[in-house]
Structures are given as structure tokens and as C-alpha cells.
Nanobody, 124 residues
Framework: QVQLVESGGGLVQAGGSLRLSCAASGRATSSYAMGWFRQAPGKERGFVAASSRSGGTLYYADSVKGRVTISTDNAKSTVYLQMNNLKPEDTAVYYC?????????????????WGQGTQVTVSS
């Protein structure tokens, strides 16, 4: 079992920044790829960013590329999502997830464990 706890969400004005954190505990979490996804009201959960176990392979959704950075601290079993120049369309619940593989993926179906989510609201 893997437990994931996200933090760092909140209300921010357009153009602002937030840093989300996701602390993982349990089953050898430092061995796995991790990802961030988001879900806005009335929409399906969508991909934001993902990192391979080593951090050597990073993926970003086109909608956030250049504004978002994913990073991992394997010693702390924590993954971060630094979000800059936030836009109202970034408003969503953000979820971190663990894939039981060291290889990153953009597909939510490839991830086994999920956090409870943290709300990000960007006002215009």
C-alpha cells in the first residue's frame, strides 16, 4: 500500500504562483514514477506532469508547458509541482499519483495510487 498526501493548494490571483507537494509513504515509494493530474468541475481528470523515478524523464501537458515544473526528492519520497503564471483555467482539484513502475506515463489509468487532492483556485 502507498499513501499520498497533497498540500499547497489555495486561492491565488491570475499570474501568481503555487507550489504543490505530495508526500508518499508505504511501499518502496522512491522506486516509482509519480505524476500530477487535475480535474475541474464537469470535466474528466487530465494529465498535468509526470516524472520518472530517476527524474531523468519529465512529461508536461501542452497547456502547462513552460509554466509548471515537476520535481522529486527521493530521499523524502516527495514530489513537487511548481506552478507559475497561473491562469483561471488552471482552477481544479490537483491529484498526485504513483505508478508501480520507474517509467513515467501521461495516462491516469497507468497509476495505481492516488492522493485525496488539493484545490487550486485562480481568480481573474
Amino acid at each position: 500500500q502507498v499513501q499520498l498526501v497533497e498540500s499547497g493548494g489555495g486561492l491565488v490571483q491570475a499570474g501568481g504562483s503555487l507550489r504543490l507537494s505530495c508526500a508518499a509513504s508505504g511501499r518502496a515509494t522512491s522506486s516509482y514514477a509519480m505524476g500530477w493530474f487535475r480535474q475541474a468541475p464537469g470535466k474528466e481528470r487530465g494529465f498535468v506532469a509526470a516524472s520518472s523515478r530517476s527524474g531523468g524523464t519529465l512529461y508536461y501537458a501542452d497547456s502547462v508547458k513552460g509554466r509548471v515544473t515537476i520535481s522529486t526528492d527521493n530521499a523524502k519520497s516527495t514530489v513537487y509541482l511548481q506552478m507559475n503564471n497561473l491562469k483561471p483555467e488552471d482552477t481544479a482539484v490537483y491529484y498526485c499519483a504513483v505508478r508501480l513502475s520507474p517509467i513515467a506515463s501521461t495516462l491516469p489509468t497507468q497509476y495505481t495510487y492516488w492522493g485525496q487532492g488539493t484545490q487550486v483556485t485562480v481568480s481573474s
